[in-house]
């Protein structure tokens, strides 16, 4: 199979505590540490279903986040993976990052100590506009772009968007560990689907991912 090189671009944008002091998103800050969007269920226009895992603030809660004008909490997830929960994300700034054409986000997203990071890799034309984009919204505090020459048999290439969401989820909660850190259940749990789905989608990502390993020798 012969080798077709494109160049992608990739780019995180920064906001931190200054650059959200006047915003909708400074009301983040006083409910948590940290916050991990780890998955997108449904992109919309109007909004995106996530999953998020929480760390709140002293004294803050589920109810906090839920108070956000722009979030609507739709599920606990587990309360096992401590309390991942799904959420209706009806935020401008979620909505035009999800929806912009041929750009895509890299998850998981961490908006962490009032400053938040997005990762967005995509065609150069699409970024730009994207940067365009956000700094007329709400202007970045730190813009990083790097060009990534990708051949068209890379990882994130092989893989479909949904197996490689199982399987990063995978790596990042242990599930390789020996001991295991978690089960296929409690994996499927945090991604909303059956086990047998989640599974169907991680064996087949396994596999691929170690034939392209072979092929990378």
Known sequence: MKKQHHTMREVSVS?????????????????????????????????????????????????????????????????????????????????????????????????????????????????????????VFLPPADIRVRDILEEGDTLADVLTHRQHECYALAIQHGYYNEPKAITIQALADILGIARSTYQEHLQTAETVVLKWAGEQI
């Open 15 to 135: 906001w931190d505590r200054d650059a959200l002091v006047n915003t909708d998103l400074a009301l983040l800050d006083e409910v948590v540490e940290r916050l991990s969007f780890i998955g997108n269920l449904l992109i919309t226009p109007d909004g995106v279903r996530q999953i998020i895992l929480p760390v709140y603030k002293e004294g803050k809660a589920l109810e906090d986040l839920e108070a956000l004008p722009y979030i609507t909490v739709e599920q606990v997830v587990n309360e096992r993976e401590g309390g991942a929960l799904v959420i209706w994300n009806t935020h401008a700034l979620v909505c035009l990052a999800s929806t912009t054409e041929n750009i895509y986000i890299m998850l998981p997203t961490e908006y962490e100590n009032g400053t938040l990071i997005l990762t967005f890799r995509g065609i150069p034309q699409a970024i730009a506009s994207f940067v365009k984009l956000s700094k």
